[in-house]
């Protein structure tokens, strides 16, 4: 090979290499301008208007056409991309959406510099369409987009673009390009989660309404023109008009009639990426300003609001101006010359953000009127300033700016302790409690936690729109807040602030992405912080350590601790002595797995904690702590309280509830669970509820008792339960002779769920479950044999709901049961006693599967339920009889319910059946198969109407019914069953009203259950 050509083809990919990391990594940015003039119809709640966009093509690339988001059209039917992610969030408005609710962009007519162009909708999103450009736009230059437009403006109840009555909310609602950046067009329906991604540029808004309406807007208002003129001077009338009335009682919220007169009012602002405007003719004004802290510039804030929450609103002056204030000395001068709050009635959370202007819902308190009009206000620097790529960032906006506001909200009430809901609860009660010593923030961890102990965590860094609607909130929000609130209390507030400024100066009016906040942090405060960045932000790993040991040494306290958590993490611990802090130390990012030593310079420590501060998301708090001396110095002080508390890894919490029961043979029980389970939950839960029952004067001693451990999707568990009963199996006559005795029930479960975290419409899990049961009063007559019954069962689950088909939900269940049992053996009834036991093995096999369609908005649904089961015998026994009640096989043989009286023959407490998956509610006995369909449909709340047919085995013990008709009627926990009609094989037709159940899930009583439901 030619050695000049071997250089050649050395070089080549170099150059060429080098020019694309170049392309790639030089950020550019477009710019968009806009011209709007717009006309408000209040009568038909129409928009009719034009724009002109002047595109500047920044990039390197030659485009050869734009992408345009027309957002009003997500509003255009129950199709959209916006309709399908609130169905999937359970939110079925848009579904019945009637047109008058809907809306819509239309009279689209795009010209280019003057000229015809092909344009399009997106095949898939009507919010979207694609330009065509005549001629492509070579980089550095300008092109010149015009289309007049008509907005159809949609119910206020859908989202953000809308109106109440004559209360108007203009957002995302002109024509706009799609933001094109280094990784190309970024064109997306509109989606109330995870919003915005736009161009930065210039906006002149000519806004033409009624002259009695007031507006807040994104913008200045430049002085000269007549209208804009006359409107300030009438701003400042309303303004003092409001002030005089403020303490006056005030409930009008009636429309004024329009004004025949209209006014333009012009609006200007450069260096922002949107433009929003509310108008109301109700709005009270009250207009004040504030001094920045950087560069002493003054802004003035405006509060526009109905008499709804007035005396709320008397107050938002002060708001505003210390958020702007604060957010600003945190994170650099707010750069533009209003901050406007206006009152709106929006449906989609607390409150919303556009530059300038944002809009706050109701909001019921003082305070929680401070921290929405905070937190939106805060969005000018994280989304306005700083215009990250919502849809794949969120946690760059709302997560940083929630920081902000839990760090201002802290500051505002000047540490006067705002606790985890004390602006609702009484003093007294916060103590009883044991919240007084709750920190504000801390609400930041607990969201996180929550999930996380359920294993149902995400990491950060996913798309909007693979977020569930809980953990937007919870990771998004709250995890971001916390873990920031961990770097500021890493860094120092002094560096801590100085890095977040210098991001600020660096991407103010861009788009910066998380390596962008990264390096600008890495370079402010002169270290690697790829630890925080791809731990905390990148994944959903856990963080964990734990003490090893504290030993006084000659030169101060030796600290040896941990990581035995999963990411790469830095640490803070401290010394006490008592209550007193006397030392404290840094261990540096350490790798999981290793251990630290630290030394801390005291000599009166008595004991130590990791992260005292709770800033360092610690999954498990519970092994933060040891005394320097003594023994068993791990263990942190004792703490019994009655019922439960919240979770204080800084104590060893032990909870008393007091119990109360009954069963027929146990008699009336009373008893103390003991447990230690909190909120939120944790992996390693425990509840003994041992209780006392008298029985015709005699003492029963009868209890429940669970331990379980969790690890994200894993659950393994061990219960127990004893209870008396004078059942016996097979063998029904026993108990007239030999009375009742305890019924022992012991069990090992192992659950793994699948689907939990990803956004799917699909929830599965696989659970084994070992059981075992003995004692009975048979073994009264058979004192030497073991009578004990054992089960090995598999079940798996999966539901699907949200899926493609609005209010269908679906449920199967695939179980396969062991069963080992001695049975008695006789040839017949009597006489007594019974020859022998017997091995019996059985297996049972059962599939069920349920459709639950909602016919209309107020829930009304229709469900098909379909259950099958086959018997099998392993043994020469002969198989079980399957009861077609739901038992699984017998009569709940292995004593999986908590029954009022186990094997009743007759009277009320015979009536109780579980009445599982769908199950036919008359109890039958197939020989080795049924199969049986039933369908509900509810025609009040309470009431539901069923009918169903079933079909098995022939070679039954009692009658057999093929179709049955009847009624249902719940009551909480209880639920009746009355069979009304029904129709047996034989076309016999009788009134089966005396064979009605009731089926009462108590299992559903015990702590745990209770607690993980109300969470
Ligand atoms: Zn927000």
Redesign the pocket.
Known sequence: MNKVLALATMILPVIYLAQTSLESTTYFQQKVDHTIKVELNDMLHELDAEITTTYTNNSPKELSEIWMHLWPNAYSSGKTALAKQQYRDGDLFMYYAIAKDLGGIDGLDFHVNGSDVEWMYDEENPDIAVIKLNTPLYPGESLEIHTPFKVRIPSGKISRLGHVKQSYQITQWYPKPAVYDCDGWHAMPYLGQGEFYSEFGTFDVYITLPDNYTVGATGDMPAGSVDNDAEKLRLDAIDAETRKHLDEEDNDLSFPATSENTKTLHYHQENVHDFAWFADKRYMVLKDQVELPHSGRSVTTWAMFTSNEKELWAKSSDYLNKSTFYYSLWNGDYPYNHVTAVDGTISA?G???YPNVTVIGESGTDFQLNVVIA??V??NW??GILGSNERVNAWM??GL??FNETRYLTEYYEGKDLGLISNRLKPKLIEKLDLDEFEYRWIDELSYLLPARLGADQPLQCHSDDFSSTNYGAMV?KKTAAVFGFMKQYLGEERFDKAMQAYFEEWKFKHPSPSDLQASMEKSCGEDLSWFFEGWIKTNNHNNWAVCKATETDNGLEVSIKNIGEHVSPVEVVAYNGDVEVGTAWVEPSEPGTKATVKINTEEATHVVVDPGRYDLDYDRKNNYSRTSGVLKKVEPLQIRALTRLEDGSKTQLFVVPTLGWNMHSGFMSGLALHNITVPMRDLEWYANPMMGVSEGEFTLNGTASISLSKGPWMARARGSRFYNDETLGWHLADIYYGKAPMHRLSFEVNRKFNQVVNSPWKSSLGYEYATRFGYPDEHVFTDNSTTQQSHKLRFEASKSNGDIVGFKQNIGIEARFYDLNLYEHSNWLPLPPEGIKDNHNLVAMLNYSADYRLNKRGKRIKMSFLCAYSHSLSEEGNFQLPTNGFGARNDVMGDHLLLERDAQDGLLSRQAPNLYGAMPIEMYAKTWFTSLRFDYNITQSIDLFCGGIVMDLDTLYEDYDAIMGMTYKLGILKFQLPLLSLTQNNESRLPLRKWTFSLNLRDLNPNSLIRKTL
């Open positions: 959370g409150g919303m953000e937190h939106e805060g969005h994280f989304y906006d709302e700016n929630s929000y």
